[in-house]
């Protein structure tokens, strides 16, 4: 539901709202949040709520440490695990310096750009997420373990599946969000499992990835459980992807889905510091079923890009690289930057790549480009693309870099 800002301070009076969430993210997507009183929202609007930056690695420094948050309306949402008397909202919140210049760390900001310039271009872009998670024990002290919840696999079910009733709690949580999953399952590694959503414009579908691993780690929780999203929390089983399903339209011919991921494979090896931004990252690329190399083949799932089977009405592509660790506003935007690149220089797409990675020889696999091996590569490859230093403000892409 979309609320004005006289409706969200309506809302608050009827519905006993105490508390209202301002909610952001650092550069790195992780999420943060100030929480006001509802007596304050008004001023929230009008002049916008004041934080110290200085403590929130890249904002700023002791210098320069005032940053404001103004509340959008029209991402309201309850949290439902809140009290019923007294209850708790939650809004996303843009970013500016104290005289209203966009803060340019805002990287929700940087995907709304994006959008915008996609808009200009005559196109509009929708993105579907797939996160995967593990759900470990934790200790007599409730500090969390790397010991799995079960040790069911791919698509089990109960009892050898015990996160079931977890995943449903989830799915419930979500759903009182205004936010609808589209399936959720156990996947192949011991306590993995995943949950998908419907396809979304690109700020709706970021907003929803951060909401979701907040609302699975929450009722993990409660559950007595950890949520771990890290990209690989076991070294000997499957790894954490965020694979991400994107489509375009209009998309009346061929040729402009084509050059849609011809665009993202061309910049892929450059975006990949912001698609997989830790150490750990690197050590689930090229293992149990995550890529490698820069391809692209039909429904093949060891390719970096695959088109799954599905009526024309829902046809997309899937990029398989991206892990749970990545700051989704910024995912996004790249993503689109790069597929309006394939558009606007028609960049043709290779032939299909119909062989499977984990079964090739040494001397195939050299034929093929390869995603960088390490945060260091990865970083190198985003430093020195002008396609990167254009989409990506300097001060990000130096956050990212001097690591």
Known sequence: MQFSKEEVLQFTLEEDVKFIR??????????????ILADELERAFRYGIAFDASAIAGFGDEAHSDLLLWPEPETLTLLPWRPEQGRVVRMFARITYPDGTPFECDTR???KQAMADAAQAGYAFYFGAEQEFYLFRLDEDGQPTKEPYDSAGYMDI???????????????????????????????????????????????????AMTFQTVVKTVAHRNGLCADFSPKPLPDAPGNGFHINLSVRPCKQEAVFEAMIAGILTHTQEMTAFLNPTGNSYQRLGKNKAPAYVSWSAENRSQLIRIPAAADAYRRMELRSADPAANPYLAFALMIYAALDGLANNTPLPAPSDVNFFKLSA??????????????????AAAESAFVRAHIPSRVLDIYCSR
């Open 22 to 35: 301002l909610a952001f993210c650092d550069v790195f997507g992780k999420q943060k949040n100030i929480s």
């Open 158 to 208: 109960a009892p050898d599946d015990r996160g079931e009733n977890v995943r449903r709690e989830i799915c419930l949580t979500l759903e009182q969000m205004g936010i609808r999953p589209e399936s959720s399952h156990h996947e192949e590694g011991p306590g993995q499992n995943e949950i998908d959503f419907r396809y979304a414009d690109a700020l709706t579908a970021a907003d929803q």
């Open 109 to 111: 900001g940087l995907l």
């Open 363 to 380: 001397e195939t696999l050299a034929q093929y480009q390869k995603l960088p091996a390490s945060l260091h590569d990865a970083c190198k």
